[in-house]
């Protein structure tokens, strides 16, 4: 019992420096948010700013269908958000870094979208948290083809 007990108390005083577990007692409502983490629900624009696109130089005939690509990707999680389609924003989480919700830490490496001409269906690298999007020619190809690459992914077991 003294293995944990002691521990707790050296926590407390820490605590007590600048009268901050004094302020915790008086306002653990206030206080609750940063001492105890709970996930939030993903929505499409939590996941949109998880992830940095790596686009070619600006007037590249790359970087314009790049962008073309880049709006089916938000076209995308909004429609996954709001489809009832068997396909959610945690799959796609999932799919890029292996995990189920983000943890209360950043996630890093930061998650990034990269883009592949030469591919019918995305692909990702958890360990890089990276999402290489295949360049298609419409939205609804696009769709597909994501829909098929993450329910069809390997993963990790842990769905």
Not at 31 to 50: G, H, K, N, Q
Not at 96 to 117: N, R, S, Y
């Amino acid at each position: 019992m003294a293995l944990i007990t002691q521990p707790c108390y050296r926590f407390k005083d820490g605590l007590a420096t600048l009268n901050f577990f004094n302020a915790l007692e008086q306002h653990p409502s206030i206080f609750l948010p940063y001492m105890c983490y709970r996930a939030e629900d993903l929505t499409a624009e939590i996941v949109e700013s998880l992830f940095r696109p790596q686009l070619s130089p600006t007037g590249s005939s790359n970087r314009h269908e790049e962008e073309r690509v880049l709006g089916y990707w938000l076209d995308y999680l909004i429609a996954v958000k709001e489809d009832g389609s068997g396909m959610s924003l945690q799959d796609i989480l999932m799919f890029a870094t292996g995990l189920k919700e983000i943890p209360a830490a950043k996630l890093i490496p930061q998650p990034q979208l990269t883009f592949q001409k030469h591919a019918r269906f995305p692909e990702a690298n958890v360990c890089a948290n990276t999402i290489k999007l295949p360049i298609l020619p419409s939205y609804e190809i696009f769709e597909e083809a994501m829909n098929y690459g993450i329910k069809n992914a390997p993963g990790f077991g842990l769905h």
